[in-house]
């Protein structure tokens, strides 16, 4: 069964950073694009950054320059390199596919940025 793990999040200061890691059981996300995605309180859910097969990648505006996405084919992971962090950037983090398959996404990994 297919299925992704979020892992990583935590608490960090202004300014800190953090990996967040996405491991993928199944083979079939290795040939679709993958997606980091995040829900802040009272917010909908919102794409972060996707990375397609060929590694072209793609930022919402609000992370560019701070935040790097990339993957991982011999491990079947999906990493989200977090720098500079914000209180803005708070919120549940994600990963599934774009556009999402409604029925892999997991519990997330909760990222607070905070002093």
């Known amino acids: 069964q297919e299925q992704l793990v979020e892992s990583g999040g935590g608490l960090v200061q202004p300014g800190g950073s953090l990996r967040l890691s996405c491991a993928a059981s199944?083979?079939?996300?290795?040939?679709?694009?993958m997606a980091w995605y995040r829900q802040a309180p009272g917010k909908q859910r919102e794409l972060v950054a996707q990375?397609?097969?060929?590694?072209?990648?793609t930022y919402v505006d609000s992370v560019k320059g701070r935040f790097t996405i990339s993957r991982d084919y011999a491990k079947n992971t999906v990493y989200l390199q977090m720098n500079s962090l914000e209180p803005e950037d708070t919120a549940v983090y994600y990963c599934?596919?774009?556009?999402?398959?409604?029925?892999?996404w997991g519990q997330g990994t909760q990222v607070t940025v905070s002093s």
């Open positions: 599934n596919t774009e556009p999402p398959i409604a029925t892999v």
């Open positions: 199944g083979s079939g996300f290795r040939t679709v694009t």
């Open positions: 990375i397609e097969t060929g590694g072209w990648t």
